[in-house]
């Protein structure tokens, strides 16, 4: 391992998800980077939100979403990660699924590390699941976690 990817999500079991990633990442001396991915969806629901604020006077832009994400990703690896532990953090807009493989490909990752649910193969096969995907789609390693707090 020398580049890895970790997908930060808001929830809890993203904490321990980054600090497995990052004791891995220290230990061979990988270059740690960690991404959260905003959706379109949400993207738009934001803006929308702050557009029906009457005297609200802001442009909220991909610019501004893609620096809360990127702000979202630090956040978790200074609380998770102590000083010892190197990281980058990045933010994008889009699809989950292509954004996390194209931002891979981007920074030459050879290891992606994602929570993921915990589904039955036929609720994988019905709702879809994004570790599957990436599972399937990565051109190398991919450190699964899941917890029951879902």
Do not use: C, W
């Not at 969806?41 to 809360?68: C, H, M, P, V």
């Not at 915990?118 to 995907?133: C, E, H, I, N, T």
């Amino acid at each position: 391992m020398e580049r890895a990817l970790v997908v930060i999500e808001p929830k809890e079991a993203t904490k321990e998800l980054v600090s497995e990633a990052g004791t891995l990442a220290a230990g061979v001396g990988a270059e740690l980077l960690l991404l959260h991915v905003t959706t379109e969806e949400e993207f738009q629901s934001r803006k929308n939100s702050l557009e029906k604020i009457g005297d609200f006077d802001t442009d909220y832009g991909i610019d501004n979403a893609q620096r809360g994400a990127e702000q979202f990703a630090h956040k978790i690896g200074k609380d998770v990660l102590d000083d010892t532990v190197e990281f980058s953090s990045l933010g994008r807009i889009g699809d989950p699924q292509r954004t996390i493989l194209r931002t891979a490909d981007e920074f030459d990752v050879d290891h992606l590390f994602i929570h993921g649910k915990q589904r039955s193969p036929a609720g994988k096969a019905v709702f879809g699941d994004l570790a599957q995907a990436l599972i399937l789609e990565f051109d190398g390693p991919v450190t699964v976690t899941t917890s029951k707090e879902e």
